[in-house]
């Protein structure tokens, strides 16, 4: 089973095509888009098992290619490390040109850092995206954010560059790490949450084919969301508007993260704890029954994600979100639904309300 | 008298101003943007001269405005540079956020630089551009070309980003040494040969105003040479077209430059030379009539250009041409005038032609 969905941005317009074995076809789809040359930008944990593959598949096609890899981490994700690959790339011989394409290849890190350095490289090299987690999958895959962190905070530094077509292989989850999965699901149940009630339903359903990497059920999965991160995306390419709604469980799930510390606690779970928090905002102020937020926790605990913890310093969270780099003018802007499918921007939530919720998620 | 050319690039259009005295409009220009806060990007020449009285304009208008001045230089045009202007301006108390506004204060480097800080800090924050070269204003101050120089080649690093407005400020001429002047003229001549010759004619016409820094002279001339550069950067904002006649007279100008080195000639007089032998190449063919290329020349003499150049190594000046990144899969591209005001792309040009024409400047 393949799928594919079109993300229509005008002439920065590309297709995102899911299925299994797709690690074999970026050859073919970069030889499609008339590049000569490949430099294929990747990472210590993910190059070791594709970055072969990848470059066979380039080769098979025509096209000169070669690798640049990168410390695996977080960590790297900085201007310096962009530097030094942009050295790399741009002291190749023969000179790279207008017809080399960067091919990211990995999680969100490698995108984020190729996406840069195909965004700034030449003043702007067309790139294949190969995400290799499911957090990549649907989120970063779609909407050409790309950038690096700064010591003053993440992604600081960047540039909207959308790339020319995403080949998500559904065989690379079988290396991915469990808790990554659940990363890349609590943003599946967060695309629910925001636009589509019926994928609540799908994830319900095929909670066995998820946690088991069933290929057609994965492929599925991400298409879906896929096709709502684009839909998104269009509406609001530079993140002005609408796109915010995708910061839905993140203002109150990144001040958690903040707070209890990065090596404590996983993206995926303080997200799915900043979306029940949220979401318990929401019942508190009569916009979404009780049933609705407590059906998006079963869904988060089906799926192996906590939906309690312990110990959260509901004040210095709230101190937190106020810092926020979404905050305008001092006022904390958050995401709540109005119903699972429907959601807006307030900036009305008060301190009170805040850590209500934040410590009832330790009940 | 003031003039304003709109450049029409949909969701990025934006207004170039010219005039007498708008450094101290710079404050309500930005106002009117909905900027509450402004970081102006300048350099060691240019910031002593203006940077003042830039910030009290802001100031004036409500703005929280401070500066952040790098050397002068193109020396400075490094990623690292733009590094640490990055870190002051992302280090700023309180944070930066999208209604800050970058101010780019100076010449081309300035430009480039602080419209690349611009292009990246926060995946892309607006700017003012308020060029302070004459090459600046005609050349630079509009397209949204950003970027900076890495040990292989110039402008490798960088980014498309259109400004939100542009001021230039023709009192600011006055400061610019009179070699710098000449820089831009030879732009002026370029823009006349590819799309308009009756501003050849204007040129003729206005040879003491000129020289002589007439701020309504140079009002209608930068005004007339940013509608050119509008023109064709609309038609082609990504550069994958006609925005290449630009480089009329830089094929063999930049390899004249990079020939004697760039401390022995200047840019003007190396592009001057360039389009000298450039239009030799199309009298050579038949494509021009001698007495239009000779018009030519007499107005870049006229101007102050020199329009002869003993020693050039013309088979040296081939090679790199050879190696120019404008160069695909080999061939030698160059632009070409049929008549004065339309040129062409040509990929046909021989080794013979090419040390003719250049032999022949050092007659």
């Known amino acids: 089973m393949q799928r594919t969905v079109h993300v229509d941005l005008g002439p920065r317009s590309y297709d995102v095509r899911i299925g299994a074995g797709l690690v074999g076809e970026i050859g073919q789809s970069a030889a499609d888009l008339d590049a000569k040359r490949a430099a294929v930008i990747s990472e210590t944990n993910v190059a070791p098992l594709y970055a072969k593959q990848v470059l066979d598949s380039l080769s098979s096609a025509g096209l000169d290619a070669w690798d640049i890899v990168f410390q695996a981490g977080e960590p790297s994700k900085t201007l310096g490390v962009a530097s030094e690959i942009l050295d790399e790339l741009l002291g190749h011989e023969p000179p790279i040109d207008r017809r080399t394409m960067i091919i990211a290849l990995g999680g969100g890190v490698a995108g ?3 996406g840069f350095v195909a965004a700034t490289a030449l003043r702007g090299l067309r790139w294949l995206q190969c995400p290799t987690s499911l957090l990549a999958d649907v989120d ?23 790339p020319a077509g995403v080949l998500i292989d559904v065989e690379t989850l079988k290396t991915l790490p469990r808790e990554e999965l659940t990363n890349g699901l609590a ?4 695309h629910a949450v925001i636009r589509d009630a019926s994928m609540l339903d799908f994830l319900e359903r095929n909670v066995e084919g998820i946690l088991g990497n069933d290929p057609d059920v994965m492929t599925e999965l991400i298409a879906i969301n896929v096709a709502i991160k684009a839909a998104v995306v269009t509406a609001d390419e530079l993140e002005s508007g609408q796109r915010a709604h995708l910061n839905f469980g993140h203002t109150v799930g990144h001040a958690i993260e903040t707070s209890v510390g990065y090596e404590n606690i996983r993206h995926g779970e303080a997200i799915g704890l900043g ?7 929401a019942t508190g102020r009569g916009m979404i029954p009780d049933q609705e937020a407590s059906r998006v926790e079963r869904v988060l605990a089906s799926l192996g994600l906590p939906v309690h ?12 979100m106020q810092h926020d780099k979404k905050a305008l003018d001092g006022r904390v802007r958050i995401v709540l639904a109005s119903a699972i499918g429907d959601v807006d921007i307030y900036d009305d939530v008060t301190e009170d309300e805040v850590k209500s919720v934040v410590e009832s998620l330790g009940n």
């Open 275 to 281: 979306m029940i928090a949220e979401n318990r905002l």
């Open 140 to 162: 970063a895959s779609t909407g050409g954010k790309t950038g690096v962190d700064h010591p003053v905070g993440k992604n600081l530094i960047g540039a909207f560059h959308q």
């Open 187 to 190: 943003e599946c149940v967060k």
């Open 309 to 320: 913890r312990a110990g959260l310093d509901a004040g210095e969270i709230w101190k937190i």
């Open 112 to 114: 984020d850092m190729a």
